[in-house]
């Protein structure tokens, strides 16, 4: 069979089964996200049903559906109510911190794994999917609730930190010095840094550059600029 069937056949397949799951969901009124995961332990590598020609393709759409699905979350708050309500919770962050990530620090000591891997497993339990948050929070129409924010800023906090954590890991499980360690820490932060200065001080500029009478054009100018954001972060 030709190999662009193969692919409509396997990614027609997926979607049409997440639709099913979905609808299901819906019905049951509950959060699909749940049912989508376990679909996913289905398909690929070690599931029931492997992709023989789609696999390629469908890591991609999956790494494009986070980026889009993240951009929908940023469009319902601006950078100065984002900025404001993450150092309002600056303590609840580091509270976040060291709740969710002493557990498995301290399971991987008991183990007897060791230190750089207590310090993995810190991160593994201390980290939340934003893109699994975000879609649980719209899915169940609580991206308006008063408590929304927060739980946005939390994440935001949390995601700040993996900025720092993730270069140290790196290190750590490459066994890189100090030097190198810290260059990849100060090249985070200055990213990140950048990110929110741009996003406070040169929106309106952002903000004129992708307006457009045209929704066409509009959505094209804003998800091009999203997908560039994202391969350079």
């Given at each position: 069979m030709h190999h662009t069937a193969i692919l409509f056949l396997e990614f027609g397949a997926i979607v049409l089964a997440l639709g099913i799951l979905g609808a299901l969901a819906l019905r049951v009124g509950i959060s699909p996200i749940p049912l989508y995961l376990i679909a996913g332990l289905a398909f690929g590598t070690g599931?029931?049903?492997?992709?023989?020609?789609?696999?390629?393709?469908?890591?991609?759409?999956?790494?494009?559906?986070?980026?889009?699905?993240?951009l929908t979350l940023g469009l319902e708050y601006n950078a100065d109510e984002l900025v404001t309500s993450l150092t309002g919770n600056i303590r609840a962050g580091i509270v976040d911190l060291v709740l969710n990530a002493a557990?498995?620090?301290?399971?991987?000591?008991?183990?007897?794994?060791?230190?750089?891997?207590?310090?993995?497993?810190?991160?593994?339990?201390?980290?939340?999917?934003?893109?699994?948050?975000?879609?649980?929070?719209?899915?169940?129409?609580?991206?308006?609730?008063?408590?929304?924010?927060?739980?946005?800023?939390?994440?935001?906090?949390?995601?700040?930190?993996?900025?720092?954590?993730l270069p140290i890991l790196t290190t750590l499980l490459a066994g890189l010095g100090f030097a190198s360690g810290a260059v990849a820490v100060g090249v985070a932060l200055?990213?990140?840094?950048?990110?929110?200065?741009?996003?406070?001080?040169?929106?309106?500029?952002?903000?004129s550059f992708v307006s457009s009478p045209n929704n066409e054009v509009l959505l094209l100018k804003v998800v091009g600029l999203a997908l560039l954001v994202a391969g350079l972060a």
């Open positions: 599931g029931v049903l492997p992709l023989a020609t789609s696999d390629d393709f469908v890591g991609v759409g999956a790494e494009l559906g986070v980026v889009l699905l993240l557990p498995g620090a301290i399971c991987a000591l008991l183990l007897g794994w060791g230190p750089v891997a207590a310090v993995a497993m810190a991160g593994v339990t201390y980290a939340t999917s934003s893109g699994i948050t975000a879609k649980v929070l719209s899915d169940l129409g609580w991206i308006g609730n008063r408590e929304t924010p927060t739980v946005l800023s939390l994440l935001v906090f949390e995601d700040l930190t993996m900025a720092v954590y200055l990213t990140v840094s950048v990110v929110l200065v741009v996003a406070l001080k040169f929106g309106r500029f952002i903000e």
